[in-house]
């Protein structure tokens, strides 16, 4: 199983402000994926990262795939309330989907 | 859009007893199934891979007879919790994909269980 770390594990912020959150690893992935999980509820996927250098954009989140396809990142402008959540992600072994330890966001009004 | 229901949602039941929990791929016939399982505040770890038709293949450290996983056909997959005690309080999700290989997994809501 490839490990994938994230940081940081926790954070909280006030609402409007941005942040970053890194997803890393030793082993070269052919993608990574991102998913949003909320309380008592499975996660659903915000994007998938293909190519080394990539970098796609969804509303105010922004997500970048290394150049080595080892890490990934992504960047939330002026966070709301709405962003609250836990952030994952994950990469494929085989054709088994492993997932990162997690981001657990709050952002407060 | 591909959609992937589990039943039931949460469950609470008595030490010793044993659980079954469905994943069914509501419009979409699943050749592979995952199951996770997610403990608070921790992310989703990998229980078992299952194929429609052949045995299950269980992540090192995971019973494969406390947790029995039947994907009997391509539309249903189920994981029994056997003999459950409170530390197999957890919530269990699994997650389809229509094709082998492909990148590309829906996920159910989950199943809470709480073992009394």
């Known amino acids: 199983t490839q490990l994938l770390e994230q940081s940081p594990q926790f954070l909280s912020i006030q609402e409007g402000e941005n942040l970053t959150v890194y997803c890393n690893s030793s082993?070269?992935?052919?993608?990574l994926q991102w998913y949003r999980q909320e309380p008592g509820e499975g996660p659903v996927l915000l994007v998938t990262v293909v190519t080394g250098g990539e970098v796609k954009k969804l509303k105010r989140l922004t997500f970048q795939f290394g150049d080595a396809r080892k890490d990934s990142s992504l960047h939330i402008t002026a966070a709301q309330p709405g962003d609250t959540g836990l952030y994952l992600c994950?990469?494929?072994?085989?054709?088994?989907?492993?997932f990162g330890k997690g981001t657990s966001l709050l952002v407060t009004p | 859009g591909a959609v992937v229901s589990q039943h039931p949602s949460w469950v609470i039941c008595k030490s010793g007893t044993s659980v079954k929990i469905e994943c069914r791929s509501l419009d979409f016939q699943a050749t592979t199934m995952f199951w996770y399982r997610q403990f608070p505040k921790q992310s989703l770890m990998l229980m078992a891979t299952?194929?429609?038709?052949?045995?299950?293949?269980?992540e090192q450290g995971v019973e494969k007879d406390k947790f029995l996983i039947n994907h009997a056909s391509l539309t249903l997959s189920t994981l029994t919790v056997t003999s459950a005690h409170p530390e197999d309080s957890s919530f269990y999700i699994c997650?389809?994909?229509?094709?082998?290989?492909?990148?590309?997994?829906?996920f159910g809501a989950g199943s809470r269980l709480t073992v009394l």
């Open positions: 994950a990469g494929f072994s085989g054709y088994a989907l492993n």
């Open positions: 299952s194929n429609e038709g052949s045995k299950a293949t269980y």
């Open positions: 082993s070269v992935f052919s993608s």
């Open positions: 997650s389809a994909t229509r094709i082998s290989g492909a990148n590309v997994l829906t």
